[in-house]
C-alpha cells in the first residue's frame, strides 16, 4: 500500500486535504484513514494532487521517423511533464491505417511506453471496413489538408462516405486542402515563417470545420474538432446546437503564443499547422474554452529536429514540441490569474476522460486507475533547451520561467518521474474504451 499524505486534492469543482492510499495500480480510498500500515507514505504537505493529465494529441514518430522522437523518449517526456496518458497519431511510417500497422504499433507501446496510451487510426482512400472494425481506439484521425506525413482524405466524397459509415469518433485536423493549394500558390516566394497564417488562413479552418460540422450533423456523428485555432471557428461553434456529438480541443501554443511576435523571435521554430494566429485567436480560443464550447486541451506534441527546423520556410517541417511542457505552462496560466486550476483539471484531466469515454481514468476517485501527479504550485523554473526529455531537446518556451510545476508523476501506482528524474522501471498500459456517453461538465 502507498499512501499519499495531506494533499490538496483538486478535482474540476472542489479542493479537499485528504490523504489517498493506493493499492497496485489502484486508488482504495480518498480521505479517511486505513487500518493498514502503508509501505510507503509519501507527505504531500503544500503540494497539489491532481488526476495525471490525458494527452489526446501526440505525434511519438515511432515507426518511421524515430530520430525526431521515440515512443520512449516521448513517454519519458509526457511523465516528466504530468502526462499520465498519451494518444499517438496515425501519421507514422508506415500510417496506421491497417490492421498489421496498428498491432505493431501496439506491441511497441506496449513494451516501450512509461505511460498509459491509446493509438488513433488513420483514414486513408481506402480502408474503410479497418476504420470500423479496429478495436478498442479512441478514433479515427482524418487530416483534411495536408500535414506531416502522407494522409490526407481531402476529396469529399470520401471525406462524406467516411461519416456515413459506422460510429465511432471521428478527430478531424480541419484545414481544407483546395484553399490550402490555392494560397501557397499566391505566397510561393514567401521565405519565412510570417506567412504561414497567411497560407494557412482563418479562411482555410473554418471552411474545413463548417464541412466536418456539416457532415457530422447529416449523420449524427461522434466528430471531435483537433487544435482549433480562430476565432471565427468558435464563434461558428457557438451558434450552431444540438451538437453535443461535437468536442474541440485546443493546444498550449495556440492559446500562450501569439503572431507577428512568435514569428520574429521563433521563425519557423513556431511554425505549426494549423498556424499560431494574432492574439484576437488566442484571446478568442480562451473565451471559448472557459464557455465549455471548447473541451480539452492537447499538446499536439509534433518533434522535429533542431536541423530540421533551421532548413528555413518552405523546407522545414511543421510542428512544436509539447507534451511536456503543456502541464506547466497551464498552471503557469493559473497563477497569473487566466483560470483556476480546477478548469484545468477540467481540460486537461476530466473532460479527455469522458470524452473518449477512458475506464477508470481522469478521477481522483475510490476504483479508479492511480495516474495522479503531484504539483507545486509555487516552483519557479526555466524551460531550457537542452535540458529536455523530448528527443530533439528543444521547445518553443526556451527560456520562459515558468510557475507550477509536477514534482512526482505516478503510473497506475508506480512512481515514473520523481523531482527531475525518470524510472525507467515502470511501463504504462493500453487504456480501455468505455460504452458510455460523453457529459461535458
Ligand atoms: O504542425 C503539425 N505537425 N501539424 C500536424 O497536423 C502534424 C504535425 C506533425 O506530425 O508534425
Ligand atoms: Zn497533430
Redesign the pocket.
Known sequence: MLLIKNAEVVSSNRTDTADVWIEGTTIVQVGGSLKTIPVETIDAKGLMLIPGVIDTHV?F?QPGMEWKEDIKSGSSAAAAGGVTTVFD?P?TIPPTVDESSLTAKRKAFSEQSLVNYGIFIGAASSNMDFLNTAENVPGIKV?MGS???SLLLSDEKELEKVFACGSRLIAA?AEDEALLLLNKEKYRSANQASFHPLIRSPETALTATVKAVQFSQKYQRRLHL??LSTQEEVEYLSGIYHKKHITAEVTPHHLVLSSPECYEQLNTFA????PVREKRHSQALWTALKKGVIHTIAS?H???LVSEKEKGYGLA????PGVETSLPLMLNQVNKGQCSVHEIVKWMCENPALMFRLKNKGFIKKGFDADLVLVDMKKRKKVQNGRLFTKPNWSPYDGWTVQGWPVITFVNGQIAFREGEIMTSTLGKEVVFNKYEFRSQ
Open positions: 505525434h514518430r497519431m501519421n487530416f500535414s506531416t506525413g485536423h483537433l487544435h511554425q505549426t499547422n494549423p499536439d509534433a518533434p522535429h517541417p511543421s510542428g512544436v
